[in-house]
């Protein structure tokens, strides 16, 4: 991906990547997704046992740990102790590069690497310094990479924490718009640490390493097998290797059990073709894209073309479908408050603008807003409180406020 200069965040640059710490009230906090069915010591000890080396990858070493704590600082709130610590990694330096998914003790000596090392390093420096960090794994239009008219799964992740009201996250993420749609959920640490190694099987497959990306995924199968991800990028893999039969039983599978996950249709036919089934891959196609249509991405665009023609009566048509999927999206209510007051609805405007205050107090999209229609003037801006974001962390050029998380756009995760 080519490296453009983006906005601030905090009080300093970050290469040409910045890193996105969002309020998100806890009425709307990302829910747990998955079930663990094994520890995270039990995931690593199982890989030991078939010949795998794997490694917590948010273990710090007590050195990195105690040099970090000596420049960070255990005082103050958790939200202050994370806004110090994205200040002394911003000024440190870490730099995006795609494909580099690394341990938290890697990323920290690299300084650089994708969003899931980064994720990885900050994490686990939080903790080090008290802080009881989590992982969100965060759900968009650009999780799938295309290769080959073949689609693997990178998943982005973010770091979460909890304060008074609100769901602080940190999002290691290029700058993007802030009127995207991005879905969140909380994982534990067993599942991360899953997604993790499947990006790094992921990683391992772009380098030409097919059967050590292979066993990798397999093992992981194995011990975490909701990880539907894996499953995804294991039938990549076999599909690489020509195995088309035996990836198209996968795909079947997979669909089974994962109806609405996109991305496995699209491989599925390709699988389909190469085993020469092709009225399969037909039947296959027909079903992907009847389940795309109720993909939230897919409907959350249609709703957006729709404004742009001023169809306002559809768009808002659009938005509710997702919303009865999404009940607490601070982001539907925003878009819906701006139909309604681009439509002259000013009372319902008003009233979907209030909700989506209440959900997501320092949305950005809620200022641009504010800006673009005087009515909402009427409208008390969020209290300040204990639990608000210290001002320090507001970008240049924003009121003292921080973004919402957008969604990812590199090339990986």
Not at 55 to 64: G, K, L, R, S, Y
Request: glycine share 6%.
């Amino acid at each position: 991906m080519t490296t453009r200069e983006h906005g601030r965040l905090a009080i300093e640059v970050l290469a040409a990547w910045t890193l996105s710490a969002a309020l998100l009230s806890l009425g709307c906090a990302p829910k747990t997704q998955g079930q663990k069915l094994v520890t995270l010591d039990q995931l690593i000890q199982g890989a030991r046992e078939q010949g795998l080396v794997l490694e917590n990858p948010i273990a710090v070493d007590p050195a990195i740990a105690a040099e970090v704590e000596e420049a960070v600082g255990r005082g103050g709130t958790p939200a202050y102790r994370m806004g110090r610590l994205t200040r002394y990694l911003n000024k440190r330096g870490f730099d995006y590069e795609g494909n580099k998914s690394l341990s938290a003790n890697e990323a920290f000596r690299a300084r650089r690497g994708d969003c899931m090392a980064y994720t990885n390093l900050y994490l686990g420096l939080a903790r080090c310094l008290g802080v009881r960090a989590f992982f969100i794994h965060i759900d968009e239009a650009r999780n799938y990479y295309e290769r080959d008219g073949m689609y693997f799964v990178s998943s982005h992740m973010a770091v979460g924490c909890a304060a008074q009201y609100y769901t602080v996250i940190v999002d290691f993420t290029e700058q993007k718009s802030q009127y995207a749609l991005a879905l969140y959920n909380q994982v534990d640490d067993t599942t991360a640490a899953g997604l993790f190694y499947n990006n790094l099987a992921v990683d391992q497959m772009l380098a030409g390493d097919l059967g050590h990306a292979e066993s990798l995924l397999r093992y992981l199968l194995t011990a975490l097998p909701n990880l539907k991800e894996a499953q995804n990028n294991l039938g990549v893999i076999l599909m690489r290797q020509d195995r088309f039969e035996e990836a198209l039983k996968l795909y079947q599978d997979a669909i089974m059990r994962y109806p609405d996950y996109q991305s496995l249709y699209t491989n599925a036919v390709q699988a389909a073709k190469g085993a020469g089934e092709r009225e399969l891959a037909r039947e296959l196609g027909a079903q992907g894209e009847r389940f795309l249509k109720k993909d939230p991405f897919f409907i959350f665009n249609q709703a957006l073309a729709l404004y742009e023609k001023k169809d306002y009566a559809g768009a808002m048509a659009e938005f509710h479908k997702i919303l009865s999927r999404q009940p607490k999206s601070p982001m539907l209510f925003a878009w819906i408050a701006k139909v309604e007051l681009s439509q002259g609805r000013v009372k319902e405007g008003i009233q979907a603008f209030e909700r989506a205050q209440s959900l997501a107090p320092f949305l950005p999209m809620l200022s641009a807003l504010r800006r673009d229609f005087p009515a909402l003037q009427a409208v008390p801006m969020p209290p300040d409180s204990d639990s608000s974001p210290p001002a320090s962390l507001a970008p240049v050029g924003q009121q003292p406020e921080l973004p919402a998380p957008p969604p990812a756009a590199a090339p990986t995760s």
